[in-house]
C-alpha cells in the first residue's frame, strides 16, 4: 500500500504586515529585511483567530479541491507548535467543527512539523489503519513574538496549509527522512511553557539566528545529499524544491546542493515570512494552483527548525 496526495490548500489571515510598516515599529529596515531574509510582508492574525481557525480554512480549501466533504476523511494530523490550548488538540477541535471521525492529533515539530506529521499519516494509511487524513501545519506565530526585539519580530508570520493524503496502490511519497538534535536547544526555543510557566516571563521565541542560520544549512546540506544517494538520484533530477520558508538564503543554498536553479523551487517566503510548520504545505498550494507543479512531478519537500527537528519527504505529485 502507498499513499498519494490528492490536493491541497492555504489560509492566510487578512492582516497584512509590511517591512515599512515594521520600520516604525523596531529599529530595522526593508532593504536589511529584504536582503537579509527575502522576505517583503507577513500576515497576522486577528484578536480571537486561533490556529485551529486557520486550520479549517485551509482544511476546506482542500476538501473542495479535491471533491471531498469532511466525512470522507478518517484521520486528522496537525503539525503546529502554537495550538490554540494544550487540549483538546487543535485535530480535535477541527474534528468537532467539521464532524470528522477517527483519530485526531497534533504533533510538535516546530518549522518541521509538517514533514513530521506527513510522515507519520502515511504510516497510518500505509498499515491499512486509515483511509483518507487531512494533514496541516498550521501556526500563530505571531501570539510568540517580542514585538520589541528586531532580530525576530520581522522574521515570523501567521497561515495554514493543507493536504489531503488518500491510500493508493501507486506510489505518491516514495520517501521519508526525519532527525532531530536536542543538543541546540539554546539556540532557538520559547521562554516558558505551559508545564514550566513563570508567571514574570512572556513565553517569547528566542532565537540566535546567525548560529540557526549555520546548523540549517550544514544540516539541510547533508539531508539532501542523503536524500539523492538513498534514491538512487542525480543532483539535477528533482522537477521541484518545496522548501521551508525560512530564509531565502537556506532556500538558495539547498538548492545549490541538490543541482536546481531557483526557477525549479518555489519561493513564497517574500509573502508570508517563516509560518513555521504552515509553511511547505501553503508554498506546495501555491505552486499546484498556479500550474508550476503538475501530476508525475517528482518533488522534494524539505524543513529544518527548532529542536532542531528536521526532515524530507519525497514524492511524486
Ligand atoms: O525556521 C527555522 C529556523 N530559523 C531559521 O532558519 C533562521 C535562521 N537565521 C537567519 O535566517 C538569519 O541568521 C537572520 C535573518 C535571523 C539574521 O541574518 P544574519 O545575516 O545572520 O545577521 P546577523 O544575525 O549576523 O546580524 C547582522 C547584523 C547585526 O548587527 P552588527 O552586530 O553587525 O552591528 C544585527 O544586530 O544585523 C543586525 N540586525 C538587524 N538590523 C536591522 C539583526 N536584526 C536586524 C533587523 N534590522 N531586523
Not at 479535491?66 to 494530523?77: K, N, Q, R
Not at 507519520?120 to 489503519?129: I, N, T
Request: glycine share 8%; net charge negative; hydrophobic share 40%.
Amino acid at each position: 500500500m502507498y499513499t498519494r496526495i490528492i490536493s491541497t490548500g492555504t489560509y492566510l489571515p487578512e492582516k497584512v504586515l509590511t517591512n515599512d510598516e515594521l520600520e516604525k515599529i523596531v529599529n530595522t529596515s526593508d532593504d536589511w529585511i529584504r536582503s537579509r531574509t527575502g522576505i517583503e510582508s507577513r500576515h497576522i492574525a486577528a484578536d480571537g483567530e486561533f490556529t485551529s481557525h486557520l486550520a479549517e480554512k485551509a482544511a476546506y480549501k482542500a476538501l473542495e479541491a479535491a471533491g471531498l466533504v469532511p466525512a470522507d476523511i478518517d484521520l486528522i494530523v496537525v503539525g503546529t507548535c502554537t495550538p490554540d490550548r494544550m487540549f483538546p488538540n487543535v485535530a480535535c477541535l477541527l474534528q468537532e467543527r467539521m464532524g470528522i471521525t477517527g483519530p485526531a492529533f497534533s504533533l510538535e515539530a516546530a518549522c518541521s512539523g509538517f514533514v513530521y506529521a506527513l510522515t507519520v499519516a502515511d504510516q497510518f494509511l500505509c498499515s491499512g489503519k486509515s483511509k483518507r487524513a487531512l494533514v496541516i501545519g498550521a501556526e500563530t506565530m505571531s501570539r510568540l513574538i517580542d514585538w520589541t526585539d528586531r532580530e525576530t519580530c520581522v522574521l515570523f508570520g501567521d497561515g495554514a496549509g493543507a493536504v489531503i493524503l488518500e491510500a493508493s496502490d501507486k506510489p505518491g511519497l516514495l520517501y521519508s527522512d526525519l532527525g532531530a538534535d536536542g543538543q541546540h536547544r539554546k539556540l532557538l526555543y520559547t521562554e516558558t511553557g505551559l508545564s514550566n510557566m513563570e508567571s514574570s516571563v512572556e513565553g517569547h521565541l528566542k532565537m540566535k539566528g546567525n548560529e540557526v542560520f549555520k546548523v540549517a544549512v550544514r544540516t539541510l546540506e547533508s539531508m539532501v545529499d542523503k536524500v539523492l544517494l538513498e534514491n538512487n538520484l542525480n543532483k539535477g533530477q528533482i522537477d521541484w524544491l518545496v522548501p521551508h520558508q525560512a530564509n531565502l538564503r537556506i532556500i538558495s543554498a539547498t538548492a545549490k546542493r541538490l543541482g536546481l536553479p531557483m526557477d525549479r523551487v518555489v519561493v513564497t517566503v517574500n509573502k508570508h515570512g517563516n509560518t513555521s510548520a504552515a509553511s511547505i504545505p501553503m508554498a506546495l498550494d501555491t505552486a499546484v494552483r498556479d500550474g508550476r507543479i503538475k501530476r508525475g512531478n517528482l518533488i522534494l519537500l524539505e524543513a529544518f527548525g527548532g529542536g532542531f527537528t528536521w526532515g524530507a519527504c519525497l514524492l511524486r505529485y
